[in-house]
Each structure stands twice: as structure tokens, then as C-alpha cells.
């Protein structure tokens, strides 16, 4: 114990200095979650908002969530996005009670004071009170007051925000690599196909662990093997940035080839199995550059995924410290014609909760959970591919996680 009185002890103890052992404890501990929301989702990070294009008119608005903390972003009258808190600044009333809409100003229901479109307080009703009598001090200026601003960024038609200051800018935080990954896929103004959130039963972590997690991908998914959608030998790689808290893995296929089988035998498949209807998996190198499968992640709690035509924004929303909510964003872009739209939305069998390959992912959290109640000592292994977090040309490890952790340390201060 530090007698300075600075030093807060650590919820969670780490086996060593090293990100290769990770203990169970931080996925169950109800003190380690708080801070979760303090330093990884209230600090130095860009989280995931909204698309540019839901904002599409002045006054168009999305309320939405940061970790467990409710925001507002909003256009305003100049054309600029705006996010803030969804917190009125009189007694704290939630201001904002629909998920999206259009309005001129935010008018709280409590005491009806009112906000403009950048968050200002430009209302307060009864302000000089009710026949000379009551109202406000005349100290008490509406000019002092406003909701709280976060910083908003945008990158590939997609808003950020960060509540810190301190946040590096967008593009030099997501790293050079993240960043090309991420404007590879968001090359075109976005059109959402449909939305659809999933509730894990798990601590948030161990989902994000998940996607990062290149080695199950080929034996949790039997689908991707069976039928050659992603196989850890195809050519491939992980870029991990500096920090380690974002990532994206690629793997690329032969299309001219795929196209070839796919004529001839349906789909191939080394076990007995085959598609009654293998439309599901009919696919273009719409990218042109043979890469079928990118993963990427925006620490702490954004995906953004194409498994071969299906794109699809994943947000990763912290409801407890056992429990999750993943929201699906499927997307499409305004240059697609009707049979991409239709390749795009058969495909999207694949994904989602019901999906041939992420119903997996859903549940296999929530086992973890499960095993984890009351008999949580101890770590688990995260050594694949070595100790470093670094970028990798091959997928056979678990580099992208130790990345997560490298960088969830630092800004935890653990
Ligand atoms: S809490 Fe919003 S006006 Fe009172
Ligand atoms: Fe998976």
C-alpha cells in the first residue's frame, strides 16, 4: 500500500509485465469494469458514433452511447457534426429520448431548457421568474452553461468521438496501417441495408478478444473451412499499430479460381457437405485486389469487417460487467446495383447472430462467462505466434490480442 495516497491499488493483478498471460479476474471484476468505462471509453480513445450520412440534413441527430455513457451527436445549422453529452445540465435529466430524428434545438422535458444544435443553453424557462418573483440570480448566466462537448472526427464517411483532449488525431491514433485498411473498405458513400443487435452474456472483452482472434477462425467456424471462406493457410496477414489497440487482419483468395469451381461442383469441399443453394457464398473482387476477408478493429469497441461482399460496422456496447450488446451495422454503397444489393444481403446469411459464421462468436462468450462464475483465479494463455504485438504476414497467432492488451494496460495504468 502507498502511503502517498496517489496509488490506487489494482483491481486486477497481472502475472507479470508481460501481455501474454491475461487474468481471468478482468473479465468478471466489478471494480476493474468501472474503470474500463473511465480510461478506455471516457479517455484517450476514438469511439464509434454514427455514419456521416445519418446526418444527413441540418438538425438530423443520433443519441447514442459511448461504453455505458450517453451522447449526443448532432448536424448543425453550418453543416458541422456536433457530439455531447445526453445530460441536461440543470438537475442531469436524459434530454434526448429518441434514438434518432430532426429537430431545430434540444428542449429538455424536466424543466424545459433548451440547447441549440451545437449545445449551447439558450433557454431556461421562468428564467426572470413568474410575476417579478423567483427565477434565477442574476449571476447565473446561460452563456456559462452547456452540455459537455466531446471531440468529433470523421474518416471514410464514419464519426468519432474522444472525451479526452489528450487524444492523438484520428489518423495518426488509428495508425498508418488501420487507416489504409479502414478507407480501403469505406471507399464510397455508405447506404445502411439493415441493423441488428445481439446480446451477449459476457463481459464486452471477450468479444472484442474474438475478432482480434486469427487462430479460431478456421476451427470454432466449421463453415469457413468446409467451404474455403477462410482458411489460415490462405496468404495473409495481421498490421497492428504502434500501440497495439488497433488492428486489421487479410487474407486473400483466388477468385478466378473460386469462380471456376464454383461453375463446375457448386462449391468445393472436402467433407461430404455441400450448398443446396451456394449463392449464399457467390462472390466479386469488388476491391479488385484479391482480398476476401478484413478484419479491423478501432480499440475499444469498433469492428469493421468484410468477409468477402458483406460489410458490416460491429459496435461493441458495455451493458455490465457480464453482459453486451453488439450492434450490426450491414451496409452497401450508393455505387452498388441491384445485384450487388442482392449478392450483399445473401451473403449476409453468413454473419449476424443467426449467421453460419458469427452465431458462433455470440455464444462462445458467453461459455466463457459460464466457466469463469466464482472460479476466476488464475490467467489464461495467450503465447500464439510469441510474446510481442506486433504486425505479422502470417495468421497462425495470437498477435492482435496481445495488442489489445499492451494498450489496454497503458491506459489503464496496470
Ligand atoms: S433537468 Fe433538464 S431542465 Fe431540469
Ligand atoms: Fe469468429
Known amino acids: 500500500m502507498s502511503h502517498s495516497g496517489l496509488a490506487v491499488e489494482p483491481a486486477v493483478r497481472w502475472p507479470s509485465n508481460g501481455i501474454s498471460e491475461v487474468p481471468f479476474r478482468v473479465y468478471t471484476d466489478q471494480v476493474q469494469y468501472q474503470r474500463e468505462q473511465e480510461r478506455l471509453f471516457r479517455g484517450k480513445t476514438w469511439n464509434y458514433l454514427c455514419l456521416a450520412v445519418e446526418l444527413a440534413k441540418p438538425g438530423d441527430y443520433i443519441a447514442t452511447t459511448i461504453g455505458e455513457v450517453a451522447v449526443i451527436v448532432a448536424r448543425d445549422a453550418d453543416g458541422a457534426v456536433n457530439a455531447f453529452l445526453n445530460r441536461c445540465v440543470h438537475r442531469g435529466n436524459l434530454l434526448c429520448l429518441e434514438a434518432r430524428g430532426n429537430v431545430k434545438e434540444f428542449g429538455c422535458i424536466y424543466h424545459?431548457?433548451?440547447?441549440?444544435?451545437?449545445?449551447?443553453?439558450?433557454?431556461?424557462?421562468?428564467?426572470?421568474?413568474?410575476?417579478?418573483?423567483?427565477?434565477?440570480?442574476?449571476?447565473?448566466?446561460?452563456?456559462?452553461?452547456?452540455?459537455?462537448?466531446?471531440?468529433?472526427?470523421?474518416?471514410?464517411?464514419?464519426?468519432?468521438?474522444?472525451?479526452?483532449?489528450?487524444?492523438?488525431?484520428?489518423?495518426?491514433?488509428?495508425?498508418?496501417?488501420?487507416?489504409?485498411?479502414?478507407?480501403?473498405?469505406?471507399?464510397?458513400?455508405?447506404?445502411?441495408?439493415?441493423?441488428?443487435?445481439?446480446?451477449?452474456?459476457?463481459?464486452?472483452?471477450?468479444?472484442?478478444?474474438?475478432?482480434?482472434?486469427?487462430?479460431?477462425?478456421?476451427?470454432?467456424?466449421?463453415?469457413?473451412?468446409?467451404?474455403?471462406?477462410?482458411?489460415?493457410?490462405?496468404?495473409?496477414?495481421?498490421?497492428?499499430?504502434?500501440?497495439?489497440?488497433?488492428?486489421?487482419?487479410?487474407?486473400?483468395?483466388?477468385?478466378?479460381?473460386?469462380?471456376?469451381?464454383?461453375?463446375?461442383?457448386?462449391?468445393?469441399?472436402?467433407?461430404?457437405?455441400?450448398?443446396?443453394?451456394?449463392?449464399?457464398?457467390?462472390?466479386?473482387?469488388?476491391?479488385?485486389d484479391g482480398v476476401s476477408v478484413q478484419i479491423l478493429t478501432v480499440f475499444p469497441g469498433m469492428v469493421l469487417q468484410q468477409v468477402r461482399n458483406t460489410i458490416a460496422i460491429r459496435v461493441v456496447r458495455p451493458r455490465g460487467v457480464d453482459k453486451t450488446h453488439l450492434e450490426w451495422i450491414h451496409l452497401g454503397?450508393?455505387?452498388?446495383?441491384?445485384?450487388?444489393?442482392?449478392?450483399?444481403?445473401?451473403?449476409?446469411?453468413?454473419?449476424?447472430?443467426?449467421?453460419?459464421?458469427?452465431?458462433?462468436?455470440?455464444?462462445?462468450?458467453?461459455?466463457?462467462?459460464?466457466?469463469?462464475?466464482?472460479?476466476?483465479?488464475?490467467?489464461?494463455?495467450?503465447?500464439?505466434?510469441?510474446?510481442e504485438a506486433e504486425s505479422q504476414n502470417f495468421r497462425a497467432s495470437e498477435a492482435a490480442i496481445r495488442g489489445f492488451w499492451k494498450h489496454y494496460r497503458a491506459l489503464m495504468g496496470e
Not at 459464421?357 to 505466434?385: C, P, T
Open 112 to 288: 424545459g431548457w433548451v440547447y441549440d444544435l451545437a449545445g449551447r443553453l439558450t433557454g431556461v424557462a421562468f428564467e426572470k421568474g413568474v410575476q417579478r418573483q423567483g427565477g434565477m440570480p442574476p449571476e447565473f448566466r446561460k452563456e456559462d452553461h452547456a452540455l459537455q462537448p466531446l471531440r468529433v472526427a470523421e474518416l471514410g464517411g464514419i464519426v468519432f468521438g474522444t472525451f479526452s483532449d489528450e487524444t492523438l488525431a484520428l489518423e495518426e491514433w488509428l495508425g498508418v496501417d488501420v487507416t489504409r485498411g479502414l478507407t480501403r473498405v469505406m471507399n464510397r458513400t455508405p447506404v445502411i441495408l439493415g441493423r441488428s443487435t445481439q446480446i451477449l452474456p459476457n463481459n464486452w472483452k471477450l468479444y472484442f478478444e474474438n475478432v482480434k482472434d486469427t487462430y479460431h477462425a478456421s476451427i470454432l467456424h466449421l463453415f469457413l473451412t468446409t467451404f474455403r471462406i477462410n482458411r489460415l493457410s490462405m496468404p495473409g496477414g495481421i498490421y497492428i499499430n504502434h500501440d497495439g489497440g488497433n488492428h486489421y487482419t487479410y487474407a486473400m483468395l483466388d477468385y478466378a479460381a473460386e469462380d471456376a469451381t464454383y461453375k463446375d461442383a457448386g462449391l468445393r469441399s472436402e467433407s461430404e457437405f455441400r450448398l443446396e443453394d451456394p449463392s449464399v457464398v457467390e462472390s466479386v473482387d469488388e476491391y479488385g
Open 333 to 387: 454503397f450508393d455505387t452498388d446495383d441491384e445485384a450487388m444489393t442482392e449478392r450483399r444481403l445473401r451473403q449476409g446469411n453468413l454473419i449476424g447472430a443467426a449467421g453460419y459464421i458469427a452465431m458462433e462468436d455470440g455464444f462462445i462468450g458467453g461459455f466463457v462467462q459460464r466457466a469463469l462464475q466464482y472460479n476466476d483465479e488464475g490467467s489464461g494463455i495467450v503465447m500464439m505466434g510469441g510474446h
